[in-house]
C-alpha cells in the first residue's frame, strides 16, 4: 500500500508546484521554534553529575514524537496543496465517411477467364480477389475502407442485397468470397438496372439504417457522418433481363446525389470459356458483347467514371483510382482527463498533524 502511495504520487501531476515553496519555509519555522526551545530557562542545578547514569523510561525516550509527528503532518498538507492529479487518456474520433455500394455482375458470364497476377483464373475470382484487396487494403496502393460504410448488390436475372450497409469492412469481405456465378439458365441473366436502383435505394435510406443501427453497434463509436454515396457497378455484359431500365436507375442516382463508377470488365477483349471435352479441356474464344455507351452515360448522368477493365492487373489499377477519389475524413482528437489526488496526502497529513497534537496533550504531554 505504502508502495503504492508512493507511485501514485511519483507519477502526478502538479498543478499548483508554487506550494513546494512552503517545504523550505516550514524548514525554516522549525530551526526557528528549535533554537527559541533551547533558550528557555531551566531550573538550576549545583551539579549534573550523576544524571545520566539513571536510567530513561519510555515515555522520556518517545518525548520528541509529538512534535516530530505535527511537523510532518504540515510538510504532508504543504504538498497537498501542490494538487497531485493523475492523467487518464481520452481519444474521440469524428469520420466524415463515404457509403459505398459494390454492385457486382454474378451472370454465368463472369465464369470465363482472365489474367491476373500471371494466372488464369475466371472472372468471378478475379473480381473476388480485387475486391478483398479494396475492402481490407493491400499493403501497397490500396489501403482499405475500414472506415466507411459498405454495402454489397450482387445481380444476375434477379438483384439482391447480399450485406446490408455496415462499418465493418472484414464483414463485407466475407459476403464477397461467397458470391457464386449463375450456373442455371432460370438464374442467368445481367439486370443492371435493377441492381443499380436497389443499391441506390439502399444509399438514399443510408442515413435511416446508420441512426436505427448506432445505439445498438460499438462499431459506430465516436462521431460518424456520410460525407458522400457512391456506386461502383461492375458488369461484363449488356442489359437484358430485370424491370428498370438502367438509364433511368442512373436518373434516380443523380436526383439522391449519389455518384456512380461503372467498370466494363473485359471490355474490348476475347475471352475464353473452358470446356471439358473428350480430348480434356479446351479454352474457347468468346467475343464480349458489352454495350459501353450506356455504362459511360450512367456515369456522365452521376458525376462519377466509366473504366475498362480488360484484365485482371486493369481491374486492380480501376479499385485503386476509384479509393483514391473517394477517402474519408478521420479526424482524432486526444485529451487527458484529470483525476484528483489531492486527499492521497492531505488525509495522511491531517492525520498525522492531528495525532501528534493529541499525544502532546496527552500521554507525551510534557509537565515542567
Not at 104 to 117: A, F, I, K, P
Not at 152 to 167: W, Y
Not at 173 to 180: E, G, K, R, W
Amino acid at each position: 500500500m505504502i508502495a503504492d502511495w508512493f507511485n501514485t504520487l511519483l507519477r502526478a501531476h502538479w498543478e499548483s508546484p508554487w506550494a513546494f515553496a512552503l517545504l523550505p519555509a516550514l524548514v525554516l519555522l522549525w530551526l526557528v521554534v528549535r533554537r527559541l526551545s533551547r533558550g528557555t530557562s531551566v531550573p538550576a542545578l549545583s551539579t549534573t553529575e550523576g544524571l545520566a547514569a539513571l536510567p530513561r523510561s519510555l515515555r522520556q525516550r518517545v518525548l520528541w514524537l509529538p512534535a516530530a509527528l505535527s511537523w510532518a503532518g504540515l510538510a504532508l498538507l504543504c504538498i497537498a496543496l501542490a494538487r497531485p492529479q493523475i492523467g487518464i487518456g481520452r481519444v474521440e474520433t469524428s469520420s466524415d465517411a463515404v457509403a459505398i455500394q459494390l454492385v457486382v455482375d454474378r451472370s454465368g458470364s463472369m465464369n470465363q477467364y482472365m489474367e491476373l497476377d500471371g494466372a488464369m483464373i475466371s472472372r468471378a475470382d478475379a473480381v473476388k480477389r480485387v475486391l478483398r484487396e479494396f475492402l481490407l487494403g493491400d499493403g501497397r496502393e490500396l489501403r482499405g475502407r475500414t472506415s466507411d460504410l459498405v454495402g454489397l448488390v450482387v445481380f444476375a436475372r434477379f438483384a439482391e442485397t447480399t450485406c446490408p450497409l455496415v462499418r465493418d469492412a472484414r464483414t463485407v469481405s466475407q459476403f464477397v468470397d461467397a458470391i457464386t456465378s449463375a450456373q442455371m439458365r432460370f438464374d442467368d441473366g445481367t439486370a443492371i438496372g435493377d441492381g443499380l436502383a436497389l443499391a441506390a435505394a439502399r444509399l438514399k435510406r443510408a442515413e435511416d439504417e446508420l441512426d436505427n443501427r448506432r445505439g445498438a453497434s460499438a462499431a459506430f463509436g465516436g462521431e460518424f457522418r456520410i460525407k458522400s454515396k457512391v456506386i461502383v457497378l461492375l458488369t461484363d455484359g449488356d442489359n437484358n433481363a430485370g424491370e428498370i431500365d438502367p438509364l433511368a436507375a442512373a436518373q434516380l442516382a443523380a436526383e439522391w446525389g449519389i455518384r456512380v463508377y461503372t467498370i466494363g470488365l473485359g471490355a474490348g477483349t476475347t475471352s475464353y470459356q473452358v470446356l471439358r471435352t473428350p480430348l480434356g479441356e479446351q479454352r474457347v474464344p468468346i467475343q464480349n458483347t458489352m454495350d459501353e455507351r450506356v455504362l459511360k452515360q450512367i456515369a456522365e448522368m452521376t458525376g462519377g467514371l466509366y473504366h475498362r477493365a480488360q484484365d485482371g492487373e486493369a481491374l486492380r489499377r480501376v479499385y485503386a483510382e476509384i479509393d483514391r477519389l473517394e477517402k474519408s475524413t478521420i479526424r482524432t482528437v486526444e485529451y487527458t482527463d484529470w483525476q484528483e489526488k489531492f486527499h492521497f496526502v492531505a488525509v495522511p497529513g491531517a492525520t498525522v498533524l492531528l495525532l501528534g497534537v493529541l499525544l502532546s496533550v496527552t500521554v507525551l504531554r510534557r509537565t515542567s
